[in-house]
């Protein structure tokens, strides 16, 4: 059923797969043409995106700056995009401009997730039910038993945390296989995923309740 938007009750699988034509690539935000809705009560999970921005990743990257783009116009969703290599660039609010994140960001340089999860940890608002999207080849050059350890700890606070060993249409993805099976062993699946599969992913993790 249409709903207000501002009324806490979208039902973002159908929102999204039916509005994501409406993308209005002049104003940087998506312009639903209808809403769908929930009962009342409901409330929507933080949606973190952590952007390995190494060089070997800026494919990945780059599609990431539009799709968090696009969540952020979607004002009943708090949407986090935060670039690391071994910096962090949080986005903010800069995210809804995907032109002014690409000119702002520099990309390439070395890897370490462990203290983007570290930096991840404290902005998290509501862990329990959030979704965590690490978009990384997981080639750590920092700590990897800290690395594991903020996962295990993400993990226990309720986080739902999936890594994106790639996300784009290029041929088959190059990255650290003893790391992802870590990462599978802690309940993090690991997998590669174009745009198209993102989204379906997303609309599904959203649609659970």
């Not at 921005?53 to 494919?59: A, D, L, Y």
């Not at 990897?144 to 996300?167: I, K």
């Not at 003893?178 to 993090?188: K, R």
Request: net charge negative.
């Amino acid at each position: 059923m249409p709903v207000d938007p501002g009324a806490g009750r979208v039902d973002w699988d159908r929102t999204i797969r039916n509005n994501l034509k409406h993308y209005q690539e002049a104003l940087g935000t998506l312009v639903p043409e209808r809403w769908y809705g929930y009962r009342k009560g409901l409330r929507f999970p933080e949606v973190c995106i952590v952007v390995d921005k190494s060089e070997s990743m800026v494919e990945s990257a780059l599609y990431a700056v539009v799709i968090g783009s696009v969540l952020a116009s979607l004002r009943s969703l708090r949407t986090h995009l935060i670039f690391f290599d071994t910096e962090i660039v949080d986005v903010g609010q800069d995210q809804e401009d995907p032109v002014e994140v690409l000119f702002n960001i520099p990309f390439g340089g070395g890897t370490d997730i462990a203290s983007a999860l570290a930096y991840l940890r404290e902005q998290l608002h509501d862990p329990s039910g959030s979704l965590v999207f690490l978009i990384s080849d997981l080639y750590e050059g920092g700590d990897e038993g800290r690395m594991l350890d903020l996962v295990r700890e993400l993990r226990a606070r309720g986080v739902r945390m999936f890594c994106l060993l790639s996300l784009h249409d290029s041929g088959k993805p190059d990255y650290h296989p003893g790391m992802a099976g870590a990462l599978e062993a802690e309940g993090v699946p690991c997998f590669p995923c174009s745009p198209d599969q993102f989204a379906n992913l997303l609309t599904a993790e959203l649609a659970r309740r």
